[in-house]
C-alpha cells in the first residue's frame, strides 16, 4: 500500500485533528512497519441503541470479566433480576446473559504492538497524556458496520497470524474462524505499558495503562516499590532505581536505563472484531484457567487453603 492510500485509510480528511492524527499514523507507521499481536484483554459490554456501551475493559482472562460483570448487575440495584443473575455467575460461566430485558457480553479485545526489527513503537506525540488523574467515558463500539473491513488492519492481522509459530494449531483456528465471523477490526484508544529489554528482546513488564503518565508511574512504582523487595538491592543500586525513578515521571521519559536495565513506555493498539450480532466473544483457546468464583472456593476449601 503506497503513502498516500495509507493515509486516506487512516484518515478522516473531513476533520482537522484525525488528519493530524493520521500523519502521526503514518510516520509510526513507517517506522515501526511490523505488527506483532500481544494477546487479548477482555472487558464487560452492554448493548444500547446506538452500538455496544463498554462497562470495563483490561482484564487478562475471561473469567475475570465475568466476575466484573457479576459485580455490575449487583451494583444496579436490588432488583431480583439482576441479583439472581449475578449469582448464577458465581456457580456458573456464561459469555453472555440478558436480564430484565439488558444484553450483556464477555468481550474480546485484541492488543497490538508495533515493531521495526530492533524495538517497539514508543507513545506518539498526538497519543492524549495528561499529567493528572485520567478520568475518561468508557468507549462504544458500533454495531456491525456495513462498509467493508479497514483493508489496511486486515492486511496487517493476516500476515501477523501467518508467522510460524507465533500461534498453537488452536489459536490459530479460533484466529481464522473469528476472521470469517467477525470480519470488522474496529481501533479503540490506545493503551500502553512498560517493556524491559532482556537478552533475547523486548519483554512486558506491567499491564496495560490508560495514558503514557499511568504507564510511567507504573514504572515508578516498581523502581521504588517492587524491585527492592524482589531483589534486596545494594544500597548503591536501591539509590539509583529511585533516582530513575523520580527523573522518568518528572522528565516525562518515554525510555530509561538504570544499572545496566532498559525500559520502555510502549504503545498498544486495541482492536476490537464486530460481527453481525456485536462483538467477539472469547474463544475457546484463549487462556482461562479459573473457574467461578464459587467453584474456586469449594475446591480451596477441599484443599485446606481457605477456612469455612
Known amino acids: 500500500m503506497d503513502d498516500d492510500a495509507l493515509y486516506r485509510d487512516l484518515a478522516d480528511l473531513s476533520d482537522p485533528v484525525r488528519a493530524v492524527a493520521a500523519q502521526d499514523a503514518l510516520r509510526a507507521h513507517r517506522a515501526y512497519p511490523l505488527m506483532v499481536l500481544a494477546g487479548p484483554m477482555f472487558g464487560v459490554a452492554e448493548e444500547t441503541p446506538h452500538g455496544w456501551q463498554i462497562i470495563s475493559l483490561g482484564e487478562a482472562t475471561p473469567q475475570c470479566s465475568r466476575d466484573d460483570l457479576a459485580n455490575h448487575l449487583r451494583r444496579l440495584g436490588p432488583s431480583e433480576e439482576y441479583q439472581e443473575a449475578a ?3 458465581d456457580w456458573e460461566r456464561h459469555d453472555e446473559m440478558t436480564v430484565a430485558g439488558r444484553r450483556f457480553r464477555v468481550v474480546r479485545v485484541e492488543q497490538v504492538l508495533r515493531m521495526n526489527e530492533t524495538e517497539p513503537e ?7 497524556d495528561p499529567r493528572s488523574a485520567y478520568d475518561h467515558p468508557m ?14 488492519l486486515s492486511t496487517q492481522f493476516t500476515a501477523a497470524l501467518s508467522r510460524p509459530g507465533f500461534l498453537s494449531d488452536e489459536a490459530l483456528n479460533d484466529a481464522h474462524r473469528a476472521a470469517a465471523t467477525h470480519p470488522f477490526l474496529f481501533p479503540m484508544r490506545p493503551a500502553f505499558s512498560v517493556a524491559e529489554y532482556l537478552h533475547d528482546g523486548w519483554r512486558a513488564a506491567t499491564a496495560a495503562c490508560p495514558t503514557p503518565t499511568h504507564a510511567r508511574n507504573s514504572l515508578a512504582d516498581y523502581l521504588l ?3 527492592p523487595v524482589l531483589e534486596h538491592p ?3 543500586t536501591a539509590a539509583a532505581y529511585a533516582r530513575a525513578a523520580h527523573l522518568l515521571t518528572g522528565a516525562r521519559l518515554d525510555e530509561l536505563e538504570v544499572q545496566g536495565r532498559r525500559f520502555r513506555i510502549v504503545r498498544l493498539e486495541k482492536v476490537a ?3 453481525p450480532d456485536g462483538p467477539e466473544l472469547p474463544r475457546p483457546s484463549d487462556f482461562d484457567p479459573d473457574p467461578p468464583v464459587e467453584i474456586l472456593a469449594l475446591q480451596l476449601k477441599a ?3 481457605l477456612e469455612e
Not at 462504544?140 to 479497514?150: K, M
Open 87 to 89: 449469582r448464577v455467575l
Open 122 to 128: 514508543p507513545p506518539r506525540p498526538t497519543d492524549l
Open 139 to 152: 468507549e462504544l463500539l458500533p454495531a456491525f458496520p456495513r462498509s467493508e473491513p479497514r483493508s489496511l
Open 225 to 227: 516499590n517492587v524491585l
Open 234 to 236: 545494594d544500597p548503591e
Open 273 to 275: 472484531r464486530l460481527g
Open 303 to 305: 484443599e485446606g487453603l
